[in-house]
C-alpha cells in the first residue's frame, strides 16, 4: 500500500498513515448495524450463527431474487478463500435457503491471503440482500500526518485493490482533507461526488450525505479508518454501501464501551490477547527466537540485531517500564506456549525498570515453569549490578552478556542447535 500511496502524490507522512494498523475491527454484518444507525444505506443484512439462522435471515432479505451469503472474518480476501473443510470461497450467492452451505461455513476456519495458514474460524454468516450495482467506488475516511486531520479519500475504479488502481492510475484517487472544527460540509461533499462521476443529481446527493455521514462515525466513534470497497450506484439508481471495514482507536475504549463490546476475540491470535490482559504489549511472528524487552524502539532493534545476525524473531514483546517480577513470568508463560520458540533474549535497559526486577522475575520464572529452552539475557542500567549477582547466585542456567552483539549472536547460536 505504501508505495502505491506515494506514486498516487501521497507523501510519505500521509501513506504511513493510510497504511497505519487498525486497532480494533468489527464484524461486517456490525459495521452494517453502525451505517444504518448514523442513516447511512447498504443492503439488508441479517447475521446467523446456525444454518437454521440463516434460512430464516435467507427468507427475511431474498424477496424472491436470491441473496449473498458471506462468511463473517475479520480479514480481506474471503471471496477468494478457502475453508479447512474444503469449501472454496466465503462469499457466494444463493437462490434459495441455503442451510447446508451456512452449516459448512459455521464453524469452520477460511483461509485467506491476510489470516495465515490456520486461517480464522467462523462463528457468523451474513445473509444480504441482492443488488445489482451499475458502477462501484472506493470511499475512505483516515486520519492523515501531514495536514494533522483527516480526509476523505475517493475513487471511481472501486471494487477492487486500491493499490493497485493507486499505482497503475495516480489521477484516479482524490484526496479532501477535512477541517477538524467545521468538519465535511455539503458543498465539499457534493464537489467530490461529482468529481467521481454519478449518472444522476439523486445519486450524487445520497453519495454526498453518505460522504457526510461516514465522517461522523469516524469522529464521534474515535475510528481510525473506515473504508468502503465498493461503494456502488445499484442499476435501479440508489447509492449503497456495499461492504465496510472499520479500525478503532483501542484508547477510546472507555468511551466507545458499546462499539469494544462488539469485539470478537475468537479472530485474535490467543498469545495476543493473554499479552494484552497482563498489560504486555504483545505481537506474535514466525521466528523461533522469544524476545522479551523493555520499550518498543529497543524492542524493534533488538529484532533488527537478532536478524542481522541471520535469527528470525518469534514475536514483538515489549514489557513496559511498570513491570513486575509477575508480569515477567507472565511473559515467559506466553513465550514458551510457542512450540516454535527454541531460545529466548532478554535485552533491558533500565531506566525507569529496575533491572533487578527483572532478574527476579527471570529466575522466579526459571525455576517455576521448569525451564529449558536456552536462556540470554543482557541488564544494562538501574540496578545493573545488583541484578546480575542475583542470576550469579541463582545457579541457573542463563547466559549473561553484556554487548547487544554478543548476546544476539548468541541467541541466534542457540536457537539453530
Do not use: W
Request: proline fraction near 4%.
Amino acid at each position: 500500500m505504501l508505495a502505491s500511496l506515494r506514486k498516487a502524490g501521497f507523501s510519505p507522512e500521509q501513506a504511513a498513515s493510510a497504511g497505519q494498523k487498525r486497532f480494533l475491527s468489527i464484524h461486517e454484518y456490525q459495521s452494517v448495524n453502525l451505517l444504518n444507525s448514523y442513516g447511512v444505506p447498504t443492503p439488508k443484512g441479517i447475521a446467523a450463527k446456525s444454518p437454521k439462522e440463516a434460512v430464516e435471515a435467507f427468507n427475511k432479505v431474498s424477496a424472491g431474487k436470491g441473496a449473498v451469503i458471506k462468511a463473517q472474518v475479520l480479514a480481506g480476501g474471503r471471496g477468494k478463500g478457502k475453508f479447512s473443510n474444503g469449501l472454496q470461497g466465503g462469499v457466494h450467492v444463493v437462490k434459495r435457503g441455503r442451510g447446508k452451505l451456512a452449516g459448512q461455513m459455521i464453524g469452520s476456519s477460511l483461509i485467506t491471503k491476510q489470516t495465515g495458514a490456520g486461517g480464522r474460524v467462523c462463528n457468523a454468516v451474513m445473509l444480504a440482500e441482492l443488488r445489482q450495482p451499475s458502477h462501484e467506488y472506493y470511499v475512505a475516511v483516515l486520519n492523515d500526518r501531514a495536514s494533522q486531520g483527516v480526509v476523505l479519500v475517493a475513487s471511481n475504479q472501486g471494487g477492487m485493490n486500491i493499490e493497485e488502481v493507486a499505482a497503475k492510475d495516480p489521477k484516479a484517487i482524490i484526496t479532501t482533507p477535512i477541517p477538524f472544527n467545521t468538519g465535511l460540509d455539503k458543498e465539499t461533499a457534493l464537489d467530490v461526488a461529482k468529481k467521481l462521476g454519478f449518472s444522476s443529481e439523486k445519486a450524487t446527493n445520497e453519495a454526498a450525505d453518505i460522504f457526510i455521514n461516514l465522517y461522523k462515525i469516524f469522529k464521534e466513534k474515535d475510528a481510525t479508518q473506515i473504508e468502503i470497497n465498493p461503494l456502488a450506484e445499484t442499476t435501479d439508481g440508489a447509492v449503497l454501501c456495499m461492504d465496510a471495514k472499520f479500525g478503532f482507536d483501542d484508547n477510546a475504549e472507555f468511551r466507545q464501551q458499546d462499539v469494544f463490546d462488539l469485539r470478537d476475540i475468537s479472530q485474535e491470535e490467543p498469545s495476543e490477547v493473554d499479552a494484552q490482559k497482563a498489560n504486555l504489549n504483545f505481537i506474535k511472528l514466525d521466528g523461533n527466537i522469544g524476545c522479551l524487552v523493555n520499550g518498543a524502539g529497543l524492542a524493534m532493534a533488538t529484532m533488527d540485531v537478532l536478524s542481522l545476525h541471520g535469527g528470525q524473531p518469534a514475536n514483538f514483546l515489549d514489557v513496559g517500564g511498570g513491570a513486575t517480577p509477575e508480569t515477567v513470568k507472565k511473559a515467559f508463560e506466553i513465550l514458551l506456549a510457542d512450540p516454535k520458540v527454541k531460545s529466548i533474549f532478554i535485552n533491558i535497559f533500565g531506566g525507569i525498570m529496575r533491572c533487578d526486577y527483572i532478574a527476579e522475575g527471570v529466575i522466579k520464572a526459571t525455576k517455576e515453569l521448569s525451564l529449558t529452552i536456552p536462556l540470554v539475557v543482557r541488564l544494562k542500567g538501574t540496578k545493573e549490578a545488583e541484578a546480575k549477582e542475583m542470576i550469579r547466585q541463582s545457579g541457573l542456567k542463563i547466559i549473561p552478556f553484556d554487548g547487544l552483539d554478543d548476546a544476539a549472536e548468541r541467541a541466534v547460536q542457540l536457537a539453530s542447535t
